[in-house]
């Protein structure tokens, strides 16, 4: 069918103004050979979205490796999963971009409860969360409002359900103004054997909805909300936004883990974006069979709700599973006792329909694979871009302060800034098991059950993210992301194991956004393949743009790492006086894209170095070693703000000073980046010199941070001066 | 004048506080109670009323989720 | 000496709670639903948002059918531990003064605080000295504790302030800095710091866990305050 016969068809207009293209529907009346009705129409505006379809990411995605020896589960369940001493370590990242910039508070805490809930499906009890917020220039009242009310959603949604929100990453760029990014990202442990999936088996298999009531909660969110650019209208859209009650999840997180405990379940599923209509057509895709979903028999929160409505409701805290008939009083019994109501909706049926029925009236039959599959996947068209795309930011630091000036004024910019006063507002410590908090090192390390040898093990995780070196070079930009998430692991003694990312872009129908994305996802690949780990999963969020144009190519990169020993471990900071300072890693600095660069008004383009994979992965390793050893106590990656920086955040910590002779004195070499390269280190003397590649610098103590050039020239903090500008930089834009 | 602002959930919008509350009370004897909705009230003094409704929908109000009702007390 | 943790729908500290208790005691967990303490010899009434903490922090949770036997266990003496959530829903009980108001701040905080032991006279600070520092965590959004001038000066007067923040570590503009209080008789006590998120110096410090270790050795001494 062509377009034009597209045109003429009745329905057409109301499936474009639902977001599907007229070629979409005109495929859709094509392979159900009649036009949907309304219920079947909303079914398909919400699956064939870019939200869930991927339908202009999938094809790039392929790149990306999914395979890994210690991989459990992989892309294509709720979430990923690893092994690490025989546990299931499960974690995924997810963003909620665009519902956080229409009401920050709610949408960041939904976006906390979804990935959650994505984690507890696979059987799995959250026990991290870490999260990636990216916001316009901080002297925007604007963007510091929606940094307060995001923290405090995060907060309200993490601290009440009693996960550890351990770590993770703030930045600002003008970029972000109109269009904030949240993403948070979940990590959870399971019994290998008890990983639940997604897919529904087992035809005559009860299909039970248990949880909070179904309300009007986020109506056409996943296709309003999720992929059209904002615009001055939000207002319009506002009766969708959703409203998390974590109450409500701390039950149904733990009659699920109760459930699956009990082996009462065949398959479980959250319900998220696009709501029943997802996760009921996902479990059955899954599993090769139908569905039949009564909708009478949902629970409402509100009166007169249509059948469309309750099919694409995104009322939170609701999971769906699939249930053995004999077991179906069972299940509605430990529901009982939780609190959370539990209902029979339907039934596995034979074949491939999902039909959607009121008592029993049909109102809605369409092929599973139809809805799930058969959207089309289209091609980027990528094409860098002829100019700069971002324009240069405000400038606030001139070209001709000295270094120390500078320095000091790095330490004190929102994007360097010591983020203790947002950590603080999360419980860092609950489920006992965080040997290193945020701000303490460069990973957080939570450790898991003592082994059978008496020694408890750990693992270790990060997320970050460089979106300005990305927006110079996607591919090297992405792939500094990668060796950085994995140097902050290398630092508390940990081996990765796997990633998963969020890529969160601009409109790729947009030839340099596809560039960018391309790239970015090559990046992370070619990353994925050095350190020899599997992407597990993860998320796209696209079309994040404002009146200004794109946001900055941001891929956000989660990593889980391991340590056999949790007590073997190490700090960001100096401990103690008298130890040596060393440099490790291939690490070949530069202003480009810097945050230096930034705050000298200049836009995030230029050429980045080359980098020698091989080298920094040595670097990392020897790291890693180091601190299992214990030869290094300190390691701390040298990242945003360079080298002067990174010295100046380790004599932070505790407070302890070093005096570091540097052979280059310039700015380059005290504040340009080299992401993921190199590492200050600190520890004995004689220690430090054993770790291969080390360059001895300097000592630890004294109370002030003293840098020297070899020829002599020399500049001098005192640390207090240093915790003080760290200290106020991220308290002067919070309430 | 005296003002009060009443501020609720919006018809429609989840209340986890309202349902909670009402969940609790049959255990403790009180039957019969439904449809509980938490809101807030706030009062106020104020010279000139005509930016009332402006007040509630920038500050006191969170008009995506909630609604205001304002109650003038005296004059 | 079995030591029972009460759970709610809600809680989030009872499993690290009863882990603590288990380093030094039998422990189990006590459902809110049920009527009776099965015999245990101690109680403790963990942290968390027990319903979510709507309406106020411990208000629902309060009424729980276990809260009535966590009265009476308390009027024959038994020991209660009510830990932030605990203490807020004891003082919602009325089984201990004064209450808990949302922190100076207006926001969550969660920091790592010294607290001081004013009185080691009761069955859960037997182990500790007078003037002992603990280093502790505290992570809370409403525990300012707060009572009238006149129920203050009657506190200190009998000795039942239990803990205070040390000097310039007041979380959440508590009065006169009180961190913990216990009952007339001494048997229940509550704090908003975290002694169960202390007892491994590995996850930051192991000061809170003579307060579980206290249990063990307390009984004889509760009730001669000071």
């Given at each position: 069918m062509s377009e034009q016969q597209a045109e003429s068809l009745p329905g057409v207009d109301r499936a474009v103004e639902l977001g599907l293209t007229k070629p979409e529907y005109a495929r859709i009346v094509e392979l159900i050979s009649r036009e949907p009705n309304e219920v079947e129409l909303a079914m398909f505006s919400l699956l064939w979205s870019e939200h869930c379809a991927y339908k202009h990411s999938k094809k790039v995605l392929r790149r990306l490796p999914t395979e890994g020896d210690r991989l459990l589960m992989g892309v294509g369940e709720n979430a990923g999963a690893v092994e690490v001493a025989g546990l299931a370590v499960a974690f995924k990242v997810e963003s909620h971009n665009h519902p956080s910039a229409v009401e920050p508070f709610q949408g960041a805490a939904t976006g906390v409860g979804g990935i959650l809930r994505d984690v507890i499906a696979l059987g799995a009890r959250p026990i991290a969360m870490l999260n990636s917020l990216r916001f316009g220039h901080p002297s925007s009242p604007r963007s510091r409002w929606l940094l307060d009310r995001a923290v405090a959603g995060i907060g309200h949604y993490g601290n009440s359900i009693g996960v550890a929100t351990v770590g993770g990453e703030i930045h600002f760029d003008p970029s972000y103004e109109s269009n904030c990014l949240i993403n948070a990202m979940c990590v959870g442990i399971a019994d290998p054997d008890r990983l639940m999936r997604c897919a529904a088996t087992g035809v005559g298999n009860r299909v039970i909805l248990f949880g909070a009531l179904t309300g009007r909660d986020g109506i056409g969110g996943a296709s309003v909300l999720a992929s059209a650019e904002l615009g001055d209208d939000d207002a319009d859209k506002r009766p969708t936004v959703q409203i998390g009650d974590p109450f409500a999840e701390k039950k149904v997180l733990e009659a699920s883990l109760e459930l699956i405990d009990a082996d009462l379940l065949v398959a479980l599923q959250d319900l998220g974006a696009a709501g029943l209509t997802s996760s009921a057509s996902e479990m059955a895709a899954q599993g090769g069979v139908g569905l039949d979903i009564d909708v009478a028999n949902v629970p409402l929160r509100e009166q007169g709700m249509e059948p469309f409505e309750i099919m694409v409701s995104e009322s939170q805290e609701r999971m769906l599973a699939i249930v053995e008939p004999s077991k179906v009083a069972a299940v509605l019994e430990v529901c009982e006792r939780w609190e959370l109501l539990a209902s029979d909706i339907g039934e596995v049926t034979e074949g491939d329909r999902m039909r959607i029925l009121v008592g029993d009236n049909v109102v809605g039959d369409i092929p599973v694979t139809t809805l799930v599959d058969d959207c089309p996947l289209y091609d980027l068209a990528p094409a860098p871009p002829e100019h700069g795309l971002y324009p240069a930011p405000p400038a606030d630091l001139p070209e001709e302060a000295d270094h120390r000036d500078t320095l000091v004024a790095l330490l004190g910019g929102a994007n360097i800034a010591s983020r203790r006063p947002v950590f603080q507002q999360y419980d860092q410590i609950v489920q006992a098991r965080t040997v290193r908090r945020p701000d303490e090192a460069d990973a957080a390390v939570l450790a898991l059950p003592v082994g059978e040898d008496g020694i408890r093990p750990a693992i270790a995780v990060s997320i970050d993210g460089n979106a300005r070196r990305v927006a110079a070079n996607p591919e090297g930009g992405a792939l500094e992301a990668v060796l950085e998430c994995a140097a902050n692991l290398a630092c508390v003694g940990a081996e990765p194991l796997g990633l998963t990312n969020c890529l969160n872009f601009g409109n790729p129908e947009k030839p340099p956004v596809a560039w960018q994305l391309i790239n970015s996802v090559e990046g992370i690949a070619v990353g994925c393949e050095a350190l020899g780990i599997p992407v597990v999963g993860g998320n796209v969020s696209l079309y994040n743009e404002g009146p200004d144009g794109p946001i900055l190519p941001t891929p956000v990169i989660g990593m889980v790492g391991e340590m056999p020993d949790a007590t073997k471990t190490s700090s960001s900071?100096?401990?103690?006086?008298g130890q040596a300072v060393a440099l490790v890693g291939p690490f070949s600095p530069n202003l480009v894209s810097s945050e230096l660069a930034a705050r000298r008004g200049?836009?995030?383009?230029g050429e980045l170095p080359s980098l020698d994979i091989s080298a920094v992965i040595a670097a990392h390793h020897a790291v890693r070693d180091g601190v299992r050893s214990g030869a290094i106590q300190s390691a701390h990656d040298i990242s945003e703000g360079g080298l002067g920086v990174a010295l100046a955040e380790c004599t932070a910590v505790a407070g302890i000073g070093c005096d570091v002779t540097l052979p280059e004195f310039t700015d380059a070499a005290l504040f340009g980046e080299s992401p993921g390269q190199g590492f200050v280190i600190a520890g004995d003397a004689a220690a430090i010199a054993a770790i291969p590649g080390a360059r001895v610098v300097g000592t630890t103590g004294g109370g002030n941070l003293v840098v020297s050039a070899e020829d002599g020239a020399s500049f001098s903090v005192p640390v207090a001066e240093v915790q003080a500008a760290r200290d106020g930089g991220l308290t002067a834009y919070l309430p | 004048m005296k003002v009060l602002v009443l501020i609720r959930p919006k018809q429609g919008i989840l209340d986890p506080q309202g349902q909670t509350v009402e969940r609790a009370l049959p255990a403790l004897g009180?039957?019969?109670?439904?449809d509980v909705r938490i809101g807030r009230l706030v009062e106020l003094e104020v010279?000139?009323?005509?930016?009332l409704d402006e007040l509630c929908e920038q500050l006191l109000a969170n008009t995506l989720i909630e609604d205001f009702e304002i109650q003038i007390q005296e004059d | 000496m079995r030591i029972g943790v009460v759970r709610f729908p809600g809680s989030c500290d009872e499993v690290d709670a009863l882990d603590a208790c288990a380093m030094v005691a039998d422990a189990e967990l006590l459902w809110h639903g049920r009527t009776d303490l099965d015999g245990v010899d101690a109680v403790v009434v963990p942290g968390g948002f027990s319903y979510g903490d709507y309406l106020r922090p411990g208000a629902i949770a309060r009424?729980?059918?276990?809260m009535k036997a966590v009265a009476d266990f308390a009027a024959e003496g038994g020991p209660v531990l009510g830990i932030c959530n605990g203490f807020q829903v004891l003082c919602e009980a009325g089984l201990l003064p004064g209450a808990l108001l949302t922190n100076s701040g207006l926001r969550f905080l969660c920091k790592q605080v010294d607290i001081i032991v004013e009185r080691p006279a009761t069955p859960w600070t037997a182990d500790c000295e007078a003037g002992e520092r603990l280093s502790i965590p505290v992570k809370h959004m409403s525990g300012r504790w707060h009572a009238d001038e006149a129920t203050v000066a009657e506190l200190e007067a009998e000795g039942r302030i239990v803990f205070r923040y040390a000097p310039g570590d007041n979380p959440n503009g508590s009065t006169a800095d009180v961190a913990g209080v216990c009952s007339a008789a001494g048997n229940v006590v509550g704090l908003m710091p975290h002694p169960e998120h202390a007892v491994d110096a590995l996850t930051g410090s192991a000061d809170g866990l003579k307060l579980f270790s206290s249990i063990l050795n307390g009984g004889d001494r509760v009730g001669t305050a000071g």
């Open positions: 900071g100096f401990l103690t006086d200049h836009a995030p383009q | 009180f039957e019969g109670v439904t010279t000139d009323p005509s930016k | 009424f729980s059918p276990v």
